[in-house]
Every structure is written in structure tokens, then in C-alpha cells.
């Protein structure tokens, strides 16, 4: 294993002596994915970025991301974040790779609308839009546990993920 570096507009992380790939290479026959997916011994971490407060996004696209985070029913946006997910497990299942460890599903979202309360909020909201468990019965021949999701800011990664350094690129 060997240090990890992956660059999502402005914010670089680093993953020391992880297995990692970028989850979301455009050429996989039109099927999106997580930004990136970390192996850890005990678990696999997905990781989706979304930086808004990045000073190249459009002050329109910025308007426009407010309006859609207080949608409480069909959220766009959690409809979008629950496609990337399951496109990341259809491309591993048509490579005949599972995922055979909990998956954390990460959404690093910054953008300083958000509050503790509409994290939980989209984070519990997060859940209708992902598979809970797929077990090997009824003609699944793999599991796939998601053991958490959440949505964090940049603040919150940096406390709860401290071994994996993120830092703002200006």
C-alpha cells in the first residue's frame, strides 16, 4: 500500500497506506460514480466532494444549490448523490469485484448554508435514496452493507477524519 493524493478542485486530500481509486473516471461506459473510494482494513470509504464555497463556482450555481438543499420531497440532490453510489456498485459487480467490507458513504459537502440541523436532515434523508443491504438471496450473489452515511463540511472531516488531511488549494 502507498500514500494516496486526489485533488477535487480546490480541496487535496491525502490517504496515507490505503489502497484508493477515483471512483467517478468518466470512460467506464456512461456510468458516473463516488469522486474516490478508500480500502481500509476494516471498511471501504466513498467519498463524494461538493465545494460551493469554492471561488470559481458561479454566484447562479450557488443560488441555485441553496434552493435545491431545502427540498424536502424528490431532493434533486440526494436523488444525484444515490445514483453515484449505486453506478459505483454496478461498475464493481460488472467487473465481477465486490465490496466486502461496511460501506461509509461520505458526502464532504461545503457551503456555508449548512448547519448542523440540515446535515442530519440530508443525511437521514440520504438513506431513501441508497440500497440499505444487498445479501446474497434472492438472486444476489454479493453483499453490500452500508454501515453509515453522512454528510459533512470541511470542518467536520478534518475532526472525525484526522489521519486523512484535507487542505484548501487557493
Not at 5 to 13: A, D, I, M, V, Y
Not at 114 to 130: I, M, Q, V, Y
Request: glycine share 4%.
Amino acid at each position: 500500500m502507498s500514500n494516496f493524493t486526489f485533488s477535487e478542485n480546490r480541496l487535496h486530500f491525502t490517504f496515507p497506506c490505503v489502497n484508493a481509486e477515483k471512483g467517478d473516471t468518466p470512460q467506464l461506459n456512461g456510468l458516473g460514480g463516488v469522486d474516490f473510494i478508500v480500502e481500509l482494513d476494516d471498511k471501504y470509504l466513498f467519498v463524494e466532494v461538493k465545494d460551493l464555497e469554492n471561488p470559481n463556482v458561479p454566484k447562479e450555481e450557488r443560488i441555485e444549490w441553496r434552493e435545491r438543499l431545502f427540498i424536502n420531497k424528490n431532493n434533486p440532490l440526494l436523488t444525484e448523490l444515490g445514483i453515484k453510489f449505486k453506478d459505483t456498485i454496478l461498475r464493481r459487480w460488472g467487473m465481477d469485484l465486490a465490496f466486502d467490507k461496511p460501506i461509509h458513504y461520505i458526502v464532504l459537502l461545503e457551503f456555508n448554508v449548512l448547519d448542523s440541523k440540515l446535515k442530519a436532515k440530508l443525511t437521514a434523508d440520504l438513506s431513501g435514496h441508497l440500497p440499505t443491504a444487498l445479501t446474497a438471496h434472492h438472486g444476489f450473489h454479493k453483499n453490500i452493507r452500508i454501515k453509515r452515511r453522512e454528510i459533512l463540511s470541511l470542518t467536520d472531516w478534518r475532526e472525525k477524519y484526522k489521519a486523512y488531511a484535507v487542505e484548501v488549494i487557493a
